[in-house]
């Protein structure tokens, strides 16, 4: 049976969901679910990824939960399971996962072709950034998620794969932790051609980048500040994302 009533835990399957055309049968989603933005300030809001207010998610009687395993919490999930709701669980690593999880909640939400268009399009769109990318010197690049202490992506994480396919080379891809912590020492002794400051999950500033300058010894242009929900978010975001990433990694950016 096709969902009527649908809270989304994940702020890039909101925005998808609206992409599908299933929008209008979302009734709840979280304090950081910001696109479409006209749409999502109409809704009901759940509290935050990891602070869901249950009783408010249960309120809304939705027959169908959206979740990321990452995240959202065990503990949170069982608990709307246990009510009898039916939750659709996501965990994309790769870019060809996004579209595999663009196909398979297009077929949950009953729409199955707008889910095909999108996975088409990132699927097109990955095959793109790597003809693009071919034959060209990989920049090798350090992806920062936060500050004090940093911590930075391994190679089993979705943004690892999307800057691979478009040109890059992660310095820290083979740490055994998925958001291994790094050391300042470490940042200057991987001697990255960039290291790419997102806006999220830490909203990384100016003062922060002259901060990674000093500490990893690169000059500022190859300390850039880069969009997080271009780079992070799958879904309906990730064709987007995959030009992004290919047009950051084609600057002379990282040449040096």
């Known amino acids: 049976m096709t969902p009527q009533r649908i809270v989304c835990l994940c702020p890039s399957l909101t925005e998808a969901l609206f992409d599908l055309g299933a929008g209008s049968r979302v009734v709840g989603v979280t304090d950081w ?6 749409e999502v300030e109409k809704r009901t809001k759940i509290g935050g990824t990891k602070t869901p207010h249950l009783d408010i998610i249960f309120s809304l009687n939705p027959d169908l939960v959206v979740v990321n395993e990452e995240e959202n919490r065990l503990e949170d999930v069982e608990a709307i399971e246990a009510r009898g709701i039916e939750v659709f669980n996501t965990f994309p690593k790769t870019v060809l996962d996004a579209a595999a999880t663009m196909r398979a909640m ?14 088409r399009e990132i699927e097109a769109e990955r095959e793109k950034v790597l003809a693009t990318a071919k034959g060209r010197k990989p920049v090798r690049f350090g992806y920062l998620i936060w500050r004090r202490p940093y911590m930075t992506v391994n190679r ?4 690892h794969d999307l ?27 991987a001697k990255p051609d ?3 400051l997102p806006t999220e999950p830490y909203m990384f500033t100016a003062p ?10 690169l000059p500022p242009e190859r ?4 969009d997080g929900e271009f780079l992070t978010w799958y879904g309906s975001r990730t064709p987007k994302g995959l030009r992004y990433a290919g047009e950051l990694l084609a600057r002379p950016i990282g040449r040096g």
């Open 106 to 119: 297009g077929e949950k939400v009953g729409c199955a072709e707008q889910g095909e268009r999108i996975a």
């Open 156 to 159: 089993d994480t979705f943004v």
């Open 33 to 38: 679910c910001v696109h479409p933005e006209e």
């Open 194 to 196: 960039a290291i790419f």
């Open 208 to 217: 922060h980048a002259a901060e990674v300058c000093a500490d990893s010894g």
């Open 223 to 226: 300390v850039p500040l880069v």
């Open 163 to 189: 800057l691979t396919l478009a040109g890059g080379q992660n310095v820290f891809a083979d740490l055994p932790q998925r958001y291994p912590k790094i050391s300042a020492e470490q940042l200057f002794t």
